[in-house]
Every structure is written in structure tokens, then in C-alpha cells.
């Protein structure tokens, strides 16, 4: 008996000595002791753990109330610093041309699909991968399959418009998780689940919920990188009794599965006009580690989710934006309807993105959304970045969060208020270099083009056709940004977008 206390009592008293050295350690010899911030936060990883897990993705807000403290770049937890400085943006998340830039590991867990470009850390490695989509996403792929884009915004619009008849409300919120599914879907596996056709939008609100429920496991999955691929080796009913959102993707994985073996079995014949996103890479002459099952579907998950909830949240803050602002609705039906005389008037992508009015509602609806908020790690493996007097060592995590820099208000004077008419004064161009929703550089989103297209036929579309209003939602409970879940995301009661079909 006193053998085995004096074991566990020499056992605790070497765990406390290890954890006091390497606090010691993290403090005084790292290469990071010199930067400024919280004790707490350079000694352990659970700083963050409290704020990002424990508080529901509630860093960034902290992380700014650092930055008051403590100056424009601080450590945030042992390894990984943070700029607030809108003027370090290009450097930090710089092109080619200025070095590597490699993602960080650690951080890189939170996608769950570690062979996605999204979450591949070297930058060789990752300038291979997206070299090989670049041109799968360029403007002309996206303007070929236009048409396809529009007839699901022109269904969607039409089954709005049934509301009208009812008289009940609906949640708008659905409906553009619906599109941006069909779209994501339609665009990269020629096929999709017919969302916007689905009673009360139903089909792209159980994809929303599902794909939500995996952001906001992003964090803790990033502090324990075993849990989901744990979850997934379950059978289907246990994993569905402990986590039941994992269960919709689970079976979308199943699914893209099936299509990618097809597509290596050489079963599917694609249109001359557009290939799926598994057939382009089939088909491409790179290595065949490349090629594996695990990568392709790992690649196809990653798009669809980006591109899926992303779009949607862009919608839905923005059109709640414009609802609740009376004069800006004014204005932009004013110019919808000199520039589509009819309501069944189809203008060009290239036609929409000229409307003045509507470009600067659309910016100001990225500043206000966001994109994703999530603080981007960028990592020179090789060089020193000089910032500010310090020398960010080589290897190093360096990250930035767009809802920083968007309601920066020496940038944006008054970040709170929904005012377009800030990107039509003369500093445009200022002001357009620090809008960092896509982000910027390497990494830089490669949906940009098909989002862009979407965002541009469905807000003519729905402010050129429909009349709608708001129904009991309010930008505090219901679309103001309270979490980070790499994606902003509004407080979990929000019951989402309603509105009355006039
Ligand atoms: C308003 C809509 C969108 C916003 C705000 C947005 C934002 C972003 C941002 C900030 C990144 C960089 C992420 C990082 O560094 O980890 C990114 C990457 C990415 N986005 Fe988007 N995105 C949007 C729409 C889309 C769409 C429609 C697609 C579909 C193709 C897409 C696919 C991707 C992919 C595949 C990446 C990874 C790129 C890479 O690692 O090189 N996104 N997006």
C-alpha cells in the first residue's frame, strides 16, 4: 500500500516538474518569449480551448480585446501569433512571388479531410493541388455552366413565390442553402439533390444543418484530431446515437464514395461540356498518389462544404441587410428595374456585376458577413517575416481574422452601420484592398468566381422579381455574427431569415 503511494506521489511530482519546465520553457526560451500577450496564453493551449470550446468559437472576440491591450501583434497561444493591422494583410497572405507559405498544421486538423487542398499544409504541395483545379473554377468554366446557375435561382425564385399564395411566412435561409447546394452540387459532380425543387426548402436545410454541425466541432476537433475519424469508424447507428449531426454526412461521404469508384472504374461518361470534379482529376497526368480514392473524395467533401455554407451565409446576412434597410432597397430595385425592364429580363453575370448599386450593396454585404472570420494561419517555413520591429521566426503561425479588418473603423469609419454607399465615394480602391472575405494570396478562396456568379443572379433576381418583408427576425438575435466557427455563424437560437412573399 505505502509502495504504491509513494509511486503515485512520485508520478505527480515528475508530471508537475515536466509541466513546469516546459511553462518555463514556453515563457523564457522559446522563439516567441519576446512577442507581447497573456501569460496564460503562451504558457498553454488551453487559453484558447476555453475561449474557442468551452465559449462556442468565441476567440476572435477576445482576441481583439488582446490586441487593445497589447498592441497589433500578440502571441496567442504557445506557438501561433496574431496582426491586427490591416496594412499587414499583404504580407502575411502574399503571393507567389514573396516565398512559401504553408498552412499550420495543428490548425489544418480542424478540416477533417486532410488530403483536401483546404487543408494541405507544404506549399508545394498545395500549389500542385490547386494548379490542378485553377482552371476547373476560372471565369470561363463558370460562365459555360451559367445557364445551369440560373435555372436553379429561377426555381428557387419560383418556389418563393408560392408563399405569396399561402401567405405564410418562410425562412429565406433555407432557400439559399438549397440553391447554394444544388449549385455546388450541379457544378462539381454534374448531379444534384434538387434542394430548391424540395418542400419548404427542406432538403438544403437538412444539408445546412449537417454541414453547421461539423463547423461547430471544428475547434474541439482541432484540440482532438482522433474524434471525428473515431466517430466515422462507428457503425452508422452508434455514431448516430452519440453525435447524431455527424450521420447526413457520413452517408454524403458514403455517396461521393460510390461516385469517385465509379469514376475510376471509368463508368461515368461526362458531358463534352463539363467534366465532374473527380473526372478532372482522374483524368489529369499528376502522380497517382494524386489519384487515391481517400484524396478525390476528401477533395469533393472540402468543395462542396467551402462552397455550400459560405455562399449561403453571404445570402442570407446580406439579403436581411437590405430588407431592413428600407432606403437601400429603394435604390436598388430603382436600378434592377431600369436595368431589367421585366421581371423575367435575364441579364448576363457580366451585365449584373456593371450595376453600380447592386456591386457596392454586394461589398458591403462581404464586409458585414465577413466570409470566413476565422483567424487563416500563414507560415514562411524558410524566411524571417519582418513586422513592426519583430522578427516572426521562420515557421511560424501568423494569422489574421476578416472580422478584424472589417470593422476596423480607421478603414471603415462607423463598421457597424450597413452603408453601400461606402464603396461608391472615390477611395474605393482603398477600401477594396482591405475586403478580405475570399482572403488573399496563395490560398486565396478558388470558388470565387462561381460565388460571385451565384451572388450576382440571385440577388438580381430576388430584388428584381419578388416582394418581400421581414418576419419577426432581428439582426441580434437572428444574423449578427456571435460565433467562430471558421465561418462566421449567428448566435445558435437564431431561427434564421423569415419573410412575408408580398
Ligand atoms: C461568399 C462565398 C465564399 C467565401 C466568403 C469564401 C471564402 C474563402 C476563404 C477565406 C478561403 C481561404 C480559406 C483558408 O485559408 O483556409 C477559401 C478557400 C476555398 N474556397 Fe471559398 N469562399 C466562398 C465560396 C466558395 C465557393 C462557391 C467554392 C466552390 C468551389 C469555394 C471553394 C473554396 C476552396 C476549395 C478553398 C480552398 C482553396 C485553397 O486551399 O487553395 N469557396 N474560401
Known amino acids: 500500500m505505502e509502495v504504491s503511494k509513494t509511486a503515485i506521489l512520485l508520478f505527480l511530482t515528475a508530471y508537475l516538474c515536466y509541466c513546469a519546465s516546459i511553462a518555463f520553457y514556453r515563457l523564457y526560451l522559446h522563439p516567441l518569449a519576446k512577442f507581447p500577450g497573456p501569460r496564460l496564453a503562451a504558457v498553454t493551449l488551453w487559453y484558447e480551448f476555453y475561449y474557442d470550446v468551452v465559449l462556442r468559437g468565441r476567440y476572435t472576440w477576445k482576441i481583439d480585446e488582446l490586441h487593445n491591450e497589447y498592441g497589433p501583434i500578440i502571441r496567442i497561444n504557445p506557438y501561433e501569433l496574431h496582426i491586427r493591422d490591416p496594412s499587414a494583410y499583404d504580407k502575411i497572405y502574399a503571393g507567389y512571388s514573396a516565398g512559401k507559405r504553408d498552412k499550420w498544421h495543428w490548425s489544418a486538423k480542424m478540416f477533417t479531410i486532410p488530403t483536401s487542398m483546404i487543408a494541405t499544409v507544404p506549399h508545394d504541395h498545395h500549389r500542385l493541388r490547386r494548379g490542378l483545379l485553377s482552371s476547373y473554377f476560372s471565369t470561363r468554366s463558370v460562365t459555360a455552366l451559367e445557364p445551369m446557375i440560373r435555372s436553379a435561382v429561377n426555381r428557387m425564385c419560383t418556389n418563393i413565390q408560392k408563399y405569396h399564395e399561402t401567405g405564410q411566412p418562410m425562412r429565406i435561409s433555407d432557400a439559399f442553402a438549397s440553391l447554394t447546394m444544388d449549385v455546388i452540387t450541379e457544378y462539381t459532380f454534374s448531379s444534384s439533390y434538387h434542394c430548391v425543387d424540395s418542400k419548404d426548402f427542406e432538403g438544403g436545410l437538412r444539408f445546412a444543418a449537417s454541414f453547421k454541425a461539423a463547423t461547430q466541432s471544428s475547434h474541439l476537433v482541432k484540440q482532438f484530431g482522433w474524434l471525428i475519424p473515431m466517430l466515422k469508424s462507428m457503425p452508422l447507428w452508434l455514431a448516430k446515437l452519440v453525435f447524431p449531426p455527424i450521420v447526413p454526412l457520413i452517408e454524403f461521404e458514403l455517396e461521393i464514395t460510390d461516385q469517385v469508384l465509379r469514376t475510376q472504374r471509368d463508368e461515368i461518361k461526362g458531358s463534352d461540356m463539363h467534366l465532374t470534379v473527380f473526372q478532372e482529376l482522374w483524368q489529369s497526368d499528376c502522380d497517382p498518389s494524386e489519384k487515391t480514392t481517400q484524396r478525390l ?105 476578416s472580422k478584424l479588418m472589417h470593422d476596423d473603423p480607421s478603414i471603415f469609419p462607423e463598421p457597424e ?86
Not at 472570420?373 to 501568423?398: C, S, W
Not at 440577388?459 to 466557427?485: G, N, Q
Open 297 to 401: 473524395v476528401n477533395e469533393g467533401q472540402s468543395i462542396v462544404a467551402a462552397g455550400m455554407l459560405t455562399t449561403h451565409h453571404f445570402l442570407e446576412t446580406t439579403t436581411f441587410l437590405i430588407l431592413s434597410h428600407p432606403e437601400v432597397l429603394e435604390k436598388l430595385r430603382k436600378e434592377l428595374i431600369e436595368a431589367m425592364p421585366t421581371p423575367e429580363t435575364e441579364l448576363s453575370v457580366a451585365q449584373i456585376e456593371k450595376l453600380p448599386y447592386l456591386a457596392a450593396v454586394i461589398k458591403e454585404g462581404h464586409r458585414k458577413s465577413y466570409g470566413v472570420m476565422h483567424r487563416l494561419q500563414r507560415v514562411d517555413p524558410e524566411k524571417t517575416i519582418e513586422y513592426n520591429g519583430f522578427a516572426i521566426p521562420p515557421g511560424t503561425p501568423v494569422g489574421m481574422s
Open 417 to 502: 452601420k450597413f452603408e453601400p454607399e461606402r464603396f461608391l465615394r472615390s477611395d474605393v480602391e482603398r477600401l477594396d484592398r482591405y475586403l478580405v472575405h475570399f482572403s488573399k494570396g496563395t490560398r486565396m478562396c478558388i470558388g470565387l468566381n462561381l460565388a460571385n456568379a451565384e451572388i450576382c443572379l440571385a440577388l438580381s433576381s430576388i430584388f428584381r422579381r419578388l416582394d418581400l418583408e421581414l418576419y419577426e427576425t432581428t439582426w441580434k438575435e437572428d444574423v449578427e455574427t456571435a460565433h467562430d466557427f471558421f465561418a462566421a455563424t449567428p448566435r445558435q437560437t437564431s431561427k434564421g431569415v423569415r419573410v412575408l412573399v408580398k
